[in-house]
């Protein structure tokens, strides 16, 4: 899927979770006190306006917003390509849509 504001391949499956795991691990637990809590808010919320910042500026390459898994970034290449296929006219939509079911989703 593209981010149609900057062109970018984002990912969406469980991103919140992953998100929701990420600030756990930074804590260093899953239960963490209300002050607690705020300061890695805050500290996140300071990483993603420095972030913001970049993409508005166009200083900021794709791998910096999401480090893909081989896999998925494998599997997103294969949906380029096919949907490149089928928008310029060598695939048609049935094998376009053929194409497709057999890049099955994994976890990752």
Known sequence: ?????????????????????????????????????LELLIAEQGVMDTLIQQVLSGNVAVGDLRRFNKVYAQKQRQVAQYTGEYTN????????????????PEPI
């Open 1 to 37: 899927m593209k981010d149609c504001r900057f062109g970018m391949y984002i990912m969406t499956n469980n991103h919140l979770e992953g998100w929701h795991n990420r600030l756990n691990r930074k804590a260093g637990k899953s239960h963490n006190g209300f002050y607690e809590l």
């Open 89 to 104: 006219g060598r695939r048609t939509l049935e094998q376009f849509l053929e194409a497709l079911m057999y890049i099955t």
